[in-house]
Structure formats: C-alpha cells, structure tokens
C-alpha cells in the first residue's frame, strides 16, 4: 500500500474515531430519562433506554476496532486480512477502514456466526 494512501486511511479513521465519541457523549447525556410513575412513560422510558443501549454498544464495539486498525497501521500490519493474511483491497479499506478481514473471509466468518 502507497504511503500517501495508508495516511488518508488512518486520517479517515481518526476522523472516525472522534466522531464516534462524540456520538457516545451525546448518547450518555441522552440516557437519562426523567422518572415517572405512569405507565406508558415509563414503558416508553424502557425501549428509549434499550434502544440507546444497543446503538452504545454498536458503536462501542465500532471504536474498539477503529482502535485496533490504528495499532495494526503503527506495527505495519494494517491492510492484511487477519484471517488468511492476504492484502484487503484498498476499496475496501477505503468504505470500511476498520476491517479486520478479507470480503472472502467476512463472508466465511459470517456464515459460521
């Protein structure tokens, strides 16, 4: 991989990576619903807060791999498929560049999951 494309991909997962936190700021000041005794509020208060819950966790799990290609882009392992350790190809990297594995390879893991 060109240096001068390795330096976009790690911009773009810079980028990503504060975006991410800021979403989950804002998620943790959204999820504090406000008490309330009757029935469907607190119903609706339920799913608000499940709901919220799910996405954190998304994107908490979405932060850890931005992460984790972070490191791989420091130990000059970023852009090989951890799986079969062949090169992603870079359009690839280019829509998701925190994958962790091949199209082939995602597709196999999916598959058994």
Same mark, same amino acid.
């Given at each position: 991989?060109?240096?001068r494309e390795l330096e976009?991909?790690?911009k773009a997962?810079?980028?990503?990576? @504060? #975006?991410?936190h *800021?979403?989950? &700021?804002?998620n943790e000041d959204y999820s504090e619903a406000e008490y309330s005794t009757d029935e469907i509020d607190l119903a609706t208060n339920?799913?608000?807060k499940m709901t919220g819950f799910a996405v954190s966790s998304n994107f908490h799990k979405n932060l850890?791999?931005? @992460? #984790?290609?972070? *490191?791989r882009? &420091?130990?000059?392992?970023?852009g090989k498929c951890l799986n079969c350790d062949q090169n992603i190809p870079i359009k690839r990297l280019q829509?998701?560049?925190?994958?962790?594995y091949c199209i082939e390879c995602q597709r196999e893991f999916e598959k058994t999951s």
């Open positions: 991989m060109e240096k976009k991909l790690k997962l810079l980028k990503l990576k @504060d #975006e991410l *800021k979403i989950l &700021e804002s339920l799913i608000e850890m791999d931005v @992460d #984790e290609a972070l *490191k882009i &420091e130990n000059n392992t970023y829509v998701l560049p925190f994958t962790k």
